[in-house]
């Protein structure tokens, strides 16, 4: 474009805005989007080529975005191309407006959901990373963007996007729905759900994400508050469904959001891990109680399996994308032999999964045990036997420094010198791909840590080595220092989950101890499982007195067990 031409785009684009203001009509609105978006490629010396990298978008997309004789592009598209040129603020606003005008839509609204739903906001507007999709492995090529700041790869349509694309499409049609995809850590759940919504980010629907709610109280009272063409976005659902009872309370408010025509469409948009999945869809045994009914009811027939890896259908059309990222993910994942047996798996690698186990597996003495404390914290309080709450994913700097003590071999001990600890857990959170550390320095929200020591720093694992902490160390009993320290720095609400932790581990003095200090809060089943503890050493004086506390409290069933 010569500067000519320029000039006179530039004149253009004045005469276009009045008052801050677009004007004129669906043909010129179309025809001036399209002068504006070819005015910042040249300022900015970016090709379609380039385009095509920045945005992941395909040759063709970007080729009628831009032709004066194709369609007027989808919103998504022009938000997309507006984020590789770096067009924001009132000028993104601009764009927008002229894109509207050229499909004959009426503006969007903005401001207050109409339903009072503060929280949400339009999709359109939304940033997938905000929402958890994984920033992919930074590419080779220096013209695209590393981290967050890079666009999202390519997307490769799999087998479960067909089962998700139909109840959008549902959706769209006016039913309120709910799907959630279940799969391991890293296997692109999140991102599947984000690009399943992409078409009612085009018809102005919301998005309201409940992440910063403080605690289930609030989260069930805003979701009184969601309203029509919304979406309800809960990825890692197990983070709202917690224990038994806060569970069935969750999946009330949101069986009332689904059937409520008022706010009909409504779509429930949720992410789960395997095992959860599993302890929440488990039947219940004769004569159990069946605490976890409505969950089930809610979830069945509505999860999706997602694969960790990719068919060899998948992996061709990977490659077919022309996205740099993802052809070297595809070379690096077809490398290892083992992992081509059963697919590749090419999300996880593009997730940053690998090195983290890279780092973890190769980690110094000092690192590992950090990282094994972690892990061990996660995976016990987790375990589907606790009748208590879930722990928080945090761990209190204190709980990492005097647990590590026995984690650690003989001859590794005589290495440690005075003041590790601060060394390791730099290394542990020194970021190996994009801003994803093996265990992250976290800042908790108001009333969210629920840890003794406030003022201890907390780390919280990369959700990967998480997973992997339930399968890997499976058989592994903590040592002496994990009990010690964790009776020393955890919350009484803590303690009542490691205590039950500690039974099925047959460590029954620490389960006692922890039991013990967890009563404060005068729990009746803590005060039930300490009187069977009582029971197995034979002190019934001790175990009666016990139930007599719990019956007392209001638990009728002690007072049975008692008789």
């Known amino acids: 474009m010569n500067k000519n031409e320029h000039d006179g785009l530039q004149q253009e684009r004045r005469m276009w805005t009045v008052g801050g203001e677009v004007s004129g009509d669906a043909a010129a609105a179309l025809e001036e989007l399209r002068n504006r978006l070819r005015i910042s490629m040249a300022e900015r010396r970016v090709q379609q080529k380039d385009l095509i990298a920045r945005t992941g978008l395909s040759r063709t997309t970007i080729s009628q975005a831009l032709s004066l004789e194709a369609p007027a592009p989808t919103r998504p598209t022009v938000i997309r191309l507006a984020q590789a040129l770096k067009i924001t603020g009132r000028e993104l606003e601009v764009l927008l407006g002229l894109l509207g005008m050229a499909r004959e839509e009426a503006p969007a609204s903005r401001g207050r959901h ?36 890079a666009p999202l790869t390519s997307y ?19 039913a309120s729905r709910l799907m959630v995809l279940v799969g391991s850590s890293s296997t692109g759940k999140t991102r599947a759900c984000w690009e399943a919504i992409q078409p009612l980010a085009e018809e102005g629907w919301m998005l309201w994400d409940p992440f910063a709610l403080v605690d289930v109280d609030e989260v069930i009272n805003q979701l009184g508050h969601v309203g029509p063409r919304t979406v309800v976005w809960l990825d890692e659902t197990q983070d709202y469904m917690g224990t038994a009872e806060t569970g069935e309370r969750v999946a009330a408010a949101l069986h009332a959001v689904l059937t409520d025509s008022r706010r009909t469409p409504v779509l429930v948009l949720g992410t789960l891990w395997e095992g959860d999945a ?15 009914r409505r969950v089930r009811q809610l979830l069945e027939g509505r999860t999706v399996a997602v694969s960790p890896t990719f068919s060899a259908k998948e992996v061709k059309a990977a490659e077919d994308t022309g996205d740099k990222r993802m052809r070297e993910a595809v070379m690096r994942t077809a490398s290892d032999k083992a992992s081509s047996l059963d697919g590749l798996p090419i999300v996880q ?51 990492l420094a005097d647990g590590a003590c026995d984690y650690f071999l003989n001859h590794e001990l005589k290495q440690i010198c005075e003041g590790w600890i601060g060394g390791a857990l730099a290394d542990a959170a020194r970021p190996v791909h994009g801003d994803l550390a093996p265990l992250g320095r976290v800042k908790p929200r108001p009333g969210k840590s629920i840890w003794l020591h406030g003022e201890s720093p907390i780390y919280r694992l990369a959700d990967y080595l998480e997973q992997r902490s339930i399968m890997d160390r499976a058989r592994a009993c903590p040592p002496e220092s994990f009990w010690q320290a ?31 200090k967890a009563a404060v809060d005068g729990s009746t089943r803590i005060l039930i499982r300490l009187a069977h503890l009582r029971v197995m050493v034979e002190d019934f004086r001790g175990a009666e007195s016990l139930l007599e506390q719990a019956a007392e409290a209001g638990d009728l069933d002690s007072g049975a067990s008692s008789a």
């Open 114 to 149: 109409r339903y009072g739903n503060t929280n949400a906001a339009p999709i359109v507007e939304c940033d997938p990373y905000d929402k958890r999709v994984h920033p992919a492995v930074d590419s080779p090529d220096p013209l695209i963007p590393r981290g967050r700041a």
């Open 156 to 174: 490769v349509l799999r087998a479960h996007d067909a089962a998700l694309a139909a109840v959008v499409r549902e959706a769209r049609a006016g």
């Open 278 to 292: 599993e302890t929440y869809l488990l039947p219940r045994m004769p004569a159990q109680r069946d605490a976890r």
């Open 349 to 399: 690698f593009l997730a940053g999964a690998p090195e983290l186990v890279r780092c973890y597996l190769q980690a110094s003495p000092s690192v590992r045990s950090v990282l094994e404390v972690a892990m061990d914290a996660f995976r016990l309080a987790r375990e589907p036997v606790s009748c208590f709450d879930p722990p928080a994913r945090d761990v209190p700097m204190k709980l």
């Open 486 to 516: 964790a009776y020393d720095h955890l919350s009484p609400a803590q303690l009542a989950g490691l205590g039950e932790a500690a039974y099925f581990r047959h460590r029954l003095r620490w389960a006692d101890r922890l039991w013990q």
